[in-house]
């Protein structure tokens, strides 16, 4: 019984080798062959390159900016179509912005002081220097009165008066003579108003003021990257917290830059490779 189920098991092995044999020693049918186009084009230059539209007027435009700092936003995407003057990314301007307002309130404070000097002098200030005036026209008098009592008294009677009181109201009258002339010379300086020279000297520097805070301003615009013209962002390199350059965009870790932003005119959307 056993030596029939192991012939049995035998035959049965033959047969699936030959089976087996037969299967996968038989050639695969081939793939009928493939239909060749034509190459429409007689002549022709083949290169690798930068697809981009054709060009109305020159070649696409590469967007640098012109101050240095990290992107706080990015206005436009890849692909997008943007107007002249659009704002395509902001650069960080805090402190650029403070400086403007810094130099704007230096030159609003040289203007002030450049205005006071041209309408001087003010009614208030010339006031107080007539009232100075008067003040020392009076201690004149008073001095002038008392010294003239002194000498009266001291020619009756030397003795009603002491020598060194004479003298002292003698003294003090020529004071008071020099205090009046000083306050009638301080009065028609005050009438007279501020010098030439200072108020030449002052609007100079408002001037000089002036110019650094609209230098300034100018630059700070510069920190809002606009399109120079329209077209089409065929290239977008510029993200949030990115730092930017005249250079470029600077990446860290392969220590180089790119273009920011690169814009392309088309008015057929026809596609061309421009080959480098």
Not at 16 to 33: C, E, L, N, T, V
Not at 164 to 192: C, H
């Amino acid at each position: 019984m056993k030596v029939k189920i192991l012939t049995a098991l035998a035959i049965l092995g033959i047969i699936a080798g030959i089976i087996s044999a037969h299967i996968y020693g038989s050639a695969p049918k081939p793939p009928p062959p493939i239909a060749m186009t034509k190459d429409p084009f007689t002549n022709g230059v083949y290169a690798n390159g930068i697809v981009e539209p054709v060009q109305d007027s020159g070649e696409s435009i590469n967007i640098y900016p012109e101050v240095s700092g990290n992107v706080t936003k990015v206005f436009v995407k890849y692909g997008e179509f943007v107007q002249k003057g659009q704002p395509l990314f902001q650069v960080d301007d805090s402190v650029q912005a403070q400086t403007v307002k810094q130099l704007y309130h230096q030159m609003q404070a040289d203007y002030t002081k450049y205005q006071e000097l041209l309408h001087e002098p003010r009614p208030q200030v010339l006031a107080v220097s007539k009232a100075q005036v008067d003040y020392a026209k009076a201690q004149l008098a008073y001095a002038q009165s008392n010294y003239e009592k002194l000498l009266n008294s001291y020619k009756l009677n030397p003795k009603s008066v002491s020598k060194q009181d004479l003298d002292n109201a003698k003294n003090a009258l020529q004071e008071a003579k020099e205090n009046l002339k000083v306050a009638i010379k301080n009065y028609e300086l005050t009438k007279a108003g501020a010098w030439s020279y200072d108020i030449n000297t002052q609007y100079q520097l408002y001037k000089a003021d002036k110019h650094a805070y609209q230098s300034a301003l100018e630059l700070l615009k510069r920190y809002n990257v606009k399109a120079p013209m329209s077209g089409t962002v065929l290239e977008l390199n510029v993200e949030k917290g990115d730092y930017v350059s005249p250079s470029g965009v600077y990446y860290t870790y392969t220590h180089s830059y790119a273009t920011p932003v690169r814009l392309g005119q088309s008015s057929n959307g026809e596609l061309q490779v421009r080959a480098f």
